[in-house]
């Protein structure tokens, strides 16, 4: 059974930063990618950023030179470094975790809020 846990969620106001993280534990053969999603009110879930196992990184627009995701593969840990908040960055953010070998799982964490006040 494979659980991510995530911690680091809060209120902060605009122009704060927040550090999110995620510990992945249990069965896990091999880790080719995680990721942080969010979804803000009355909206779709999105991908806000992406490491691979290669520790190449994408990030959705609208986060770019402002949040820096990483990972430390020794603690199965990736972590979301977000700076210069804005409102909009209010939603839950949620870890995701694609892991196996000839065969890929994905895993969801619980999400934890992050709101951003003006």
């Known amino acids: 059974q494979v659980q991510l846990v995530e911690s680091g969620g809060g209120v902060v106001q605009a122009g704060g930063s927040l550090r999110l993280s995620c510990v992945a534990s249990g069965n896990i053969d091999r880790i080719n990618s995680m990721a942080w999603y969010r979804q803000g009110p009355g909206e779709q879930r999105e991908l806000v950023a992406r490491?691979?196992?290669?520790?190449?990184?994408n990030y959705v627009d609208s986060v770019r030179g402002r949040f820096t995701i990483s990972r430390d593969n020794g603690e199965n840990t990736v972590y979301l470094q977000m700076n210069g908040l804005k409102p909009e960055d209010t939603g839950v953010y949620y870890c995701h975790l694609n892991a196996g070998v000839s065969l890929r799982f994905i895993y969801w964490g619980q999400g934890t809020q992050v709101t951003v006040s003006s």
């Open positions: 490491i691979v196992a290669e520790g190449n990184t």
